[in-house]
């Protein structure tokens, strides 16, 4: 009976993390580094504060853990592939659509690998929509200061990019567009919703009109990386930078290891039916239906960890975690202005850039650097997340004064 109950603790306790050493010496040291290093993880954008605890007690206590899932094929069909969680995927979709501005009768979407799965996917689908729409391969558009994943991926799938130089805080010039645009060619754009280190957000308005001037192009595609804006941005006030029914894009891809907690990569990616119906059909009968996206096989559990955090956290608490983000980087900016050290901010941003302080606070604090002549020459940058805290950011500045 005794070793029943010791048995039964050692499993409790397990879960409920209080099991600190793994018997690995160097991974336990790898972990109290890290742990240490979560608290001032101030230059890179992710959320320190998972709230996935509870999930894994669940994964494990059920014996989750020791099934093999899959979620291959659709998850918008109404026959989902039997071993997947493609249910709770389609679940997440539709939690997702209305935020991003899709009509529910014309969207389809998965969850992705990352953010940089999304944009495969968006570029894909966008070259093959209009190569089906025009019998023309496309020309790529985006700016030079977009995040590196849409150039590789442009490289991958043999598509002729025209980088377009960006002003002095990231953001496309329409001018630049307009000037290089090939007008007997389809346009196949992709707008950056936060560029890697300015926190730019590409001006769709002033970029459509541009494109708007030129009926004669034979055909045009808008994708959207919004890796990490997108995740924040539909639950604040300006909820319209990120919805295709205002900014008219066909597809949007957003990172779920960013803004939304998730603790390895994953991400969303959303388009109209109508492009999805417009790829090639590769119909496997075993699936019950086509495959038309990229991967044959996807992670059945960032789903359900998606679906797990709609559930546990849900529209409201990330609204009041978006707003704080908002809240603390205007506070960061005005903090760093109060002591006349030289900083920076795009509008809608959660990204303050500034000069580059002392190499020992850009190793304390994991800053990301980046260099630019405009601005000075070194600079550094802040991504404020749900930790980073007002209290965080006054030690911050108490340290770098």
Not at 8 to 36: M, P, Q, Y
Request: glycine fraction near 6%; proline fraction near 4%.
């Amino acid at each position: 009976m005794r070793k029943v109950f010791l048995l039964i603790t050692v499993s409790l306790l397990t879960l409920s993390g209080c099991r600190h050493t793994s018997g690995f010496a160097k991974l336990d040291e790898w972990t109290n580094t890290w742990k240490t290093n979560q608290q001032t993880y101030f230059g890179y954008p992710a959320n320190q504060q998972s709230a996935l605890k509870d999930f894994y007690e669940w994964y494990v206590s059920t014996g989750m853990d020791r099934v093999n899932l899959n979620n291959a094929g659709d998850p918008m069909t109404d026959k989902p592939w039997n071993m997947s969680s493609c249910a709770f995927e389609r679940e997440v979709i539709e939690f997702f659509t209305p935020l991003y501005g899709f009509d529910p009768s014309d969207v389809w979407g998965i969850v992705t690998h990352s953010g940089t799965d999304g944009n495969n996917h968006g570029i894909y689908f966008g070259a093959n929509d209009l190569y089906n729409r025009t019998g023309q391969r496309p020309v790529v558009y985006v700016s030079d200061e977009a995040h590196y994943s849409n150039m590789r991926l442009c490289d991958l799938q043999h598509l002729e990019v025209k980088l377009i130089k960006s002003d002095a805080m990231g953001r496309m010039i329409p001018d630049s567009l307009e000037a290089a645009l090939d007008i007997t060619r389809p346009a196949l754009m992709v707008y950056a919703m936060g560029s890697t280190f300015k926190g730019a957000i590409d001006d769709m308005e002033a970029l459509n009109a541009v494109l708007a001037k030129h009926p004669e192009l034979p055909g045009v595609y808008r994708h959207v990386d919004a890796a990490l804006f997108g995740g924040y941005l539909p639950f604040t006030r300006y909820q319209k930078m990120v919805s295709s029914k205002d900014m008219h894009f066909e597809s949007i891809a957003i990172s779920g290891h960013k803004f939304f907690g998730i603790d390895s990569p994953s991400g969303l990616f959303l388009c109209t039916r109508r492009v999805y119906d417009n790829q090639q059909n590769f119909n496997v009968t075993y699936l019950n239906g086509n495959m038309r996206m990229i991967n044959c096989s996807r992670d059945a559990v960032q789903p359900l960890k998606f679906w797990w955090l709609i559930q546990k956290i849900g529209y409201d608490q990330w609204a009041q975690q978006a707003n704080q983000m908002m809240e603390c980087t205007e506070y960061l900016q005005q903090q760093l202005e109060k002591i006349g050290w030289p900083c920076w901010r795009n509008e809608y941003s959660n990204t303050v850039f500034f000069k580059r302080p002392s190499p020992e606070i850009c190793s304390k604090y994991n800053l990301a650097l980046g260099f630019d002549a405009f601005f000075g020459g070194e600079l550094a940058h802040v991504v404020v997340m749900q930790h980073v805290t007002k209290d965080k950011i006054d030690t911050f500045i108490h340290n770098l004064k």
